[in-house]
């Protein structure tokens, strides 16, 4: 089963920017971010324990099995990661929107196509990042092959139990290893950042901040 994570974790992420999330994954020595091709289309704050599916397009599939059993056994809380090889087909839309939403989960992370994209936000607060938006149905056209396995998401190996955070810059990986100590050096980045702003406001000098505190 993925991780889970305490609740003080999970909200002392909630603030920070995934830039400064970026940041901290490499100073543990490991990219974080996924790629920039993933955008949110119903907008929110992710933060969560990855609940990991895997798919493939192959025509005359069947149903996706993996994604319904995430959605209706995971965790609430879980961030439902699909890896499609980028497929230009929706492997999430409206039904399985209310399926998480009902499992109180946090989001959806796709490395693939979502639709009804206009039911999602008119009706649901749930925020879901896709690699693109199509009308195609998954039925017939994805084979699912596997849940809560390791999986390559966004160019990125992402572990079931790793920490998501997304927000509009895009989607971050915690390995499950290191959140506690990205969660401190993130905190530290943002504090950091905010007292930088403020001398950069105060100097009149882009110039000034950055040299007092090597960041950029």
């Known amino acids: 089963m993925p991780a889970t994570y305490p609740q003080d974790v999970i909200e002392g992420f909630r603030p920070i920017t995934t830039a400064s999330v970026a940041d901290a994954v490499e100073q543990v020595g490991v990219r974080g971010y996924l790629d920039g091709a993933i955008k949110p289309v119903s907008p929110g704050k992710i933060v969560g324990?990855?609940?990991?599916?895997?798919?493939?397009?192959?025509?005359?599939?069947?149903?996706?099995?993996?994604?319904?059993?995430?959605?209706?056994?995971?965790?609430?809380?879980?961030?439902?990661?699909?890896a499609a090889d980028g497929a230009d087909i929706a492997v999430w839309g409206g039904l399985m929107t209310a399926g998480a939403v009902a499992n109180q989960?946090?989001?959806?992370?796709?490395?693939?196509?979502?639709?009804?994209?206009?039911e999602i936000n008119r009706d649901f607060a749930f925020p879901v990042q896709a690699r693109s938006t199509v009308p195609a149905t998954t039925l017939g056209r994805i084979r699912?092959?596997?849940?809560?396995?390791?999986?390559?998401?966004?160019?990125?190996?992402?572990?079931?139990?790793?920490?998501?955070v997304a927000d509009g810059d895009g989607v971050v990986r915690v390995p499950a290893s290191h959140v506690a100590e990205v969660l401190l050096l993130a905190t530290e980045i943002e504090e950091r950042e905010k007292e930088q702003t403020k001398l950069i406001l105060a100097a009149g000098s882009l110039q000034e901040g950055l040299a007092k505190f090597n960041r950029i």
Do not use: F, M, Q, Y
């Open 49 to 82: 324990p990855a609940v990991t599916v895997r798919e493939v397009p192959a025509e005359g599939a069947g149903a996706p099995v993996h994604a319904l059993k995430a959605i209706d056994e995971s965790a609430p809380g879980s961030v439902i990661c699909i």
């Open 105 to 118: 989960h946090a989001g959806a992370i796709l490395d693939g196509g979502v639709r009804d994209v206009e």
């Open 144 to 164: 699912t092959l596997s849940l809560n396995e390791p999986v390559v998401l966004g160019g990125l190996t992402v572990e079931p139990g790793d920490l998501i």
